[in-house]
C-alpha cells in the first residue's frame, strides 16, 4: 500500500514555497549517531542528545513534492495521517519555582568554575482547541514568520514536531558551506544595545566553531557579529563560509559541531551531561536539528529553537537562554518567556 507512515514539511527562510518529504511504508531510519549520516539522504531530525529512546531519525524520500505556499499542503497530507501519529500523553506543568530551582543549580555549578556556560530550558504545556490541526499551525507559522525555517516532522518514533528557526546547523553543496554562531536575545528594535553578558554568550560560541572548522578546513572566513531579526526578537549572529574538499566527512562536522554552546554549554560533553541529569524536564528533539540531507544534492540542517511537540490534547512548547556566572534569575525566565511567544502567537 502506498501509504504515508512519516513525513516533512519545510519551507526555508525568505522563500515561499514548501517542500513535502514522504516515506511510503517502513519506520524511518534510526541511527546511533550524527556521524553516521555521511553518506545518507533524505530529511533528518535529531534529538539534543541521541539515545535508543530518542534516536536519530532519517526519513526516506519515496515522494519529495514542492508547493507554491504553504496553504497547498493542506490538501496532499490528511489530518488523520498526522493525528494517528500523535501521542496520548498527559500534560506535565513546569512551573516558575521549577525553573528556580534548576537556575540555582546551573549558577552554582557556574560560579564555581565547573563550566563557563550551561543553557537552561524549560517547558510549557498549551491547551490544544478542537479541531486546531499540525497542518493549519505549520500554515500560520509559515505567514507570521517568513523570515525563519518552518517545518513540521511527524514520525512513529518522534511524534509530531513543528519549528520555526533562524540558526543554521550546518548548510551547502559540493564544496561550499556555511554554519553559523547564534546567541543573546532581546527584544527586537530599530537601535538595539547589546549586554556585555549577551556579546560573551555570543563570542563563545563563535570561538567554538571557530575551533570546530580549523580541524575540517583551512579555507573560512567568519562575518560578524550583527544584529539579526527572529520574529519578535533579536539575536547576535556570525557567519561562517568555508569550502570542504571532502565531503564524506560531513557526517563528523556535524557531529563535531553539534549541540553548540547556544544551546548547551561549555565544555561540551560535561555540560550536555549535566544537562541531561538536572534539567525538570527531558528535552528530546528540542535543541536538536532538522532539516534536509543531501537532497537534491543539497543540505539544510537547522537547529531545533522554537518548537513545539504535538499532543492529542495539548502542545508542548520548549524554549531555553544561556546562563552565565553573572546571568540573573528573573531576567533569564523573562528571556524564556519572550522566546515562549513565538509558538504561543501560533494559537491566537
Known sequence: MNETTAFAIYRLPHQQQCVLVDQIGGLPRELP???????????????????????????????????????????????????????????????????????????????????????LSRSVDIKRKPGLTAISLFAEACRRYPRVMVALVSTPQAGTWLTATTE???????????????????????????????????????????????????????????????????????????????????????????PTPAVCGLPKDEARQFILANEHHDRRYYSGFMGPLSLHDTTHLYVTLRCMQLFNSHCRLYAGGGILPESNEQLEWQETEAKLDTMRRLFQ
Open 168 to 258: 543554521i546547523l550546518l548548510s551547502g553543496s559540493g564544496r561550499f558551506w556555511q554554519t553559523m554562531a547564534l546567541a543573546g536575545t532581546m527584544p527586537y528594535s530599530d537601535k538595539v544595545r547589546w549586554s556585555d553578558k549577551n556579546i560573551q554568550e555570543q563570542r563563545y560560541v563563535a570561538t567554538y566553531v571557530t575551533e570546530v572548522l580549523e580541524h575540517y578546513t583551512s579555507d573560512f572566513t567568519e562575518h560578524g557579529p550583527r544584529t539579526v531579526r527572529a520574529a519578535h526578537l533579536a539575536h547576535l549572529r556570525s557567519d561562517f563560509h568555508f569550502t570542504l574538499s571532502n565531503t564524506d566527512r560531513v557526517g563528523e562536522l556535524i557531529q563535531a559541531l553539534h
Open 33 to 119: 549517531s550524527c556521524a553516521e549520516l555521511c553518506g545518507c539522504e533524505g530529511f533528518v531530525m535529531a534529538p539534543f542528545a541521541p539515545s535508543a529512546d530518542c534516536p536519530i531519525l532519517l526519513l526516506r524520500p519515496d515522494r519529495v513534492y514542492t508547493f507554491a505556499c504553504a496553504d497547498h499542503v493542506k490538501a496532499l497530507i490528511p489530518v488523520d495521517s498526522v493525528e494517528n501519529i500523535e501521542s496520548q500523553i498527559e500534560p506535565q506543568p513546569f512551573s516558575h519555582a521549577d525553573y528556580q530551582v534548576d537556575f540555582a543549580n546551573f549558577h552554582e555549578h557556574l560560579v564555581n568554575g565547573e563550566f563557563s556556560k550551561l543553557v
